[in-house]
Each structure stands twice: as structure tokens, then as C-alpha cells.
């Protein structure tokens, strides 16, 4: 069991361009949520998928934003024409079918936005 | 609306005094429980978790929690603190009506002086 892994682990754009993450959920797990953490805060949900399936996705989740979960295996959150205000560490979780309330953390992909 | 509240931003402990970490929460109903520790720049790694029967619930690397319904609390405890438990932690609650998402507390950053 390999974990939860999340590409990159370090990103630094400029104010505009686009970042595409990626996370990678423990095998057979079916549910992914990704999170968002601001220095000093706790984190806040974004959305979650079952499988493929997006199933809510927070108000935090502004139109710039975007995730996918194509093959309900890995899956991307891509923020467009980013924002200074988006600096953050973007956190992924899964969870097992037979254990959905129980949510494994990957280690995160910060991002700094200039 | 759900929300955990956790009072101490800060905590200084010596090595080898025990600890209690306090979190309270507002849910519509039982939720299930969490404690997550979180090092520098990591991810989050889950301590203990409690959804039904003894409320008191055991966890890893020594640490332990007290569910307590009538003042919707979940603190978190460990008799002896090491160097090592120097860490950020996170209380946390969900609900599978809520799809299991996670509302965390701001955190308690633990500090251990020796």
C-alpha cells in the first residue's frame, strides 16, 4: 500500500498563468476529496468524487478551478488565470468503499503564487 | 452549520508532562470524530477516530480521546510527551449525510521544550 501521492509537491507561478496538480489515491479507493489549507487555518474542503463521479463541490470552488477524476483512478485540480490570493497547500484524501468515513492525507502540493 | 472549535492556537509542554488538547464541535447530529497531526510542510497523518460505543478511544504513538456528548467535546490526551509529538494537530468531524467530508478545527501547534 503505497498511499496517497500528490504532484508536485512545490509550485511557483506567476499571478495569471495556470497550475495543474495531480493526485494519485490509494489503489481501490473510490472516494478522492481535495482540500485547501492556508497558512494558519485548518483545511476547507473543495470537492470530492466517487469514482468518477464529481458529487459536490464547495463554493470555495470558484469558476477558475476545476477537477476531474476521468477513469476514477487519479485524478487533476487545475486553477486558471491563478491568483494571489489562491497561495495555499492543496491537500488530497481517499477513502475506501468499506470505510468511506475514514480519509488518508497525501503530503500535499504547495503553491505560491507571485 | 457545522464548525469545530479548537481554543488553543498554542500549547508548550515539557518532555514527559502530559498533554490535553481541547476541541468542541456544533453538528446537527452525532458526527463521526477525528485527530489529525499534521508535521511542517506534510501532510495529515490520522491519530484516532471515533464513531459509536466506548468513548474513550484509543490511537497511535500513545495517544488517546474522550468523546463527551453532553458538552460536545473530543479532547485529545497523552500521558507523556516526547520531543517528537511536536506537531501541528487537528480536530475533525464529518457525517456520511455530509458525504464524509471533513470539517477541521483551526489547529494547536505543540510545542515540547526539554
Known amino acids: 500500500d503505497t498511499g496517497v501521492s500528490q504532484n508536485p509537491r512545490h509550485k511557483i507561478t506567476k499571478r495569471g498563468q495556470n497550475v495543474t496538480f495531480r493526485c494519485d489515491p490509494i489503489?481501490?479507493?473510490?472516494?478522492l476529496y481535495w482540500y485547501r489549507q492556508t497558512l494558519g487555518q485548518g483545511p476547507e474542503f473543495l470537492t470530492y468524487f466517487q469514482n468518477e463521479a464529481q458529487l459536490e463541490k464547495s463554493r470555495l470552488l470558484s469558476d477558475r478551478f476545476s477537477a476531474e477524476r476521468p477513469k476514477g483512478s487519479f485524478s487533476t485540480l487545475e486553477i486558471q488565470r491563478t491568483e494571489q490570493g489562491d497561495s495555499a497547500m492543496y491537500l488530497c484524501a481517499s477513502s475506501y468503499k468499506g470505510r468511506q468515513e475514514t480519509q488518508y492525507f497525501g503530503p500535499g502540493t504547495r503553491l505560491l503564487v507571485l | 452549520a457545522q464548525s469545530v472549535t479548537q481554543p488553543d492556537i498554542h500549547i508548550t509542554v515539557s518532555e514527559g508532562a502530559s498533554l490535553e488538547l481541547r476541541c468542541n464541535y456544533s453538528?446537527?447530529?452525532?458526527?463521526?470524530l477525528f485527530w489529525y497531526v499534521q508535521s511542517p510542510g506534510q501532510g495529515l497523518q490520522l491519530l484516532l477516530k471515533y464513531f459509536s460505543g466506548d468513548t474513550l478511544v484509543q490511537g497511535i504513538k500513545g495517544f488517546e480521546a474522550e468523546f463527551k456528548r453532553s458538552q460536545s467535546s473530543f479532547n485529545l490526551r497523552k500521558p507523556s510527551v516526547h520531543w517528537s509529538d511536536a506537531a501541528e494537530y487537528f480536530c475533525a468531524v464529518s457525517h456520511m449525510e455530509y458525504g464524509n467530508k471533513l470539517v477541521f478545527g483551526a489547529g494547536t501547534i505543540l510545542r515540547v521544550k526539554s
Open positions: 489503489s481501490e479507493h473510490n472516494r
Open positions: 453538528y446537527g447530529a452525532t458526527p463521526y
